[in-house]
């Protein structure tokens, strides 16, 4: 199995390609199933780091694995604060 990396790029390529609009149907549709083979292997390397990360923490004493913040979340709770502020 190629590595994340590789297949991100893969995926990043395929993205352009599709989205320029000149790909004959046939080709596009060839091309939007190897985006999704690769978008399946991502999230798949993804989830084992994560697990490798998870139990790295818990063998180093840690009790909780914290999730990080989405960053629309992070703006979308400064926008709520700047409704509040000009009340």
């Known amino acids: 199995m190629p590595d994340f990396e590789q297949s991100l790029g893969e995926l990043e ?4 390609k599709l989205e320029q609009g000149d790909v004959p149907l046939e080709e596009a549709l060839k091309t939007f199933e190897r985006g999704v083979a690769l978008t399946r292997q991502c999230q798949t390397a993804l989830r084992s780091a994560q697990q490798k990360v998870e139990v790295l923490l818990s063998k180093n004493g840690e009790e909780a694995v914290e999730n990080f913040d989405d960053e629309d979340e992070d703006e979308d709770e400064d926008e709520d604060e700047d409704d509040e502020a000009g009340r």
Do not use: K, R, S, T
């Not at 390529?13 to 352009?16: G, R, T």
């Open 13 to 16: 390529a395929l993205v352009q």
